[in-house]
């Protein structure tokens, strides 16, 4: 075999190889750009065509399924359809542009990322300014929770979604609305307990009926950068907190940040 024969195989074998690794791209695959969205599993997570599953940062939306012992039933909390149909809207059969924060999978083994589209509507903020979902904050993914904070604020003021309709019920009752979605939940804050990693706000004495909401120790600094400590400044006060109730030794609900809760006045 000649020598020009050798350098035109190994120039197609280099050629090729390269192609394979990604290390150049040629005119098709440069159009490929992004991910292409396979499936949307819900409000707030899809699945990529390469088999990972995407979880949005910084928003929760309502459940469409709930467990039942070892089994998974449709028994959607209110507007957890409407958000699966507008995430279906954005982005089902297009490309994403996906951001990572620090933390970049959860312990479920899912991708954790902004979601871009059309390289300037970002869908994680979009689901929150249509009322489709509320602000969820874990640190350390906390790069745009002003941006997020901001599109649900606007979305509260316009009652849009799940603020023009969120069921408003009183502390004590909170036993009965367990499992029941989104609630804004009223009461005083008759005592504060402190852990090491969390602060509980007690409404009542009831533990078993009444509500507690949680703070973990994560969020406090939220609180601390406006100016409240929640291991003293909710006690003895009429509050509103907004979240989902489930129930762990009663009737709880977990606070992320300051937008969850709300002081009505001073008892």
């Excluded at 902004?114 to 903020?125: L, P, Q």
């Excluded at 007690?202 to 600094?221: C, E, M, W």
Aim: proline share 3%; with cysteine.
């Amino acid at each position: 075999m000649g020598i020009n024969r050798l350098r035109s195989y190994f120039g197609i074998f280099l050629i090729t190889s390269l192609l394979a690794t990604g290390c150049i791209k040629n005119g098709p695959a440069a159009k490929q750009d992004g991910y292409f969205v396979r499936n949307v599993i819900d409000g707030d997570t899809i699945k990529l065509a390469d088999g990972r599953s995407v979880r949005y940062i910084g928003i929760d939306t309502p459940e469409a399924m709930k467990r039942r012992g070892k089994n998974w039933e449709f028994d959607p909390e209110p507007y957890a359809v409407a958000a699966k149909e507008y995430n279906r809207e954005l982005v089902s059969g297009k490309r994403v542009r996906l951001e990572y924060d620090v933390e970049k999978q959860d312990k479920y083994g899912r991708w954790l990322a902004y979601v871009h589209v059309d390289d300037n509507v970002m869908i994680n903020s979009e689901l929150l300014r249509q009322g489709l979902a509320v602000l969820y904050t874990f640190p350390p993914n906390v790069k745009y929770m002003d941006l997020l904070l901001e599109a649900q604020n606007e979305a509260r003021r316009n009652k849009r979604g799940l603020w023009g309709s969120l069921k408003g019920i009183a502390a004590e009752k909170a036993y009965e609305n367990t499992g029941k979605g989104f609630c804004a939940v009223r009461g005083a804050v008759t005592d504060i307990y402190v852990a090491a990693d969390r602060v509980f706000l007690n409404f009542g004495q009831d533990r078993k009926k009444g509500l507690t909401a949680v703070i973990y120790s994560r969020n406090i600094a939220f609180f601390r950068a406006q100016g409240i400590d929640p291991a003293i400044y909710y006690k003895g006060r009429n509050v509103e907190v907004v979240g989902k109730i489930e129930y762990k030794r009663g009737p709880r609900m977990v606070i992320d940040n300051p937008s969850q809760i709300t002081v009505i006045n001073a008892k």
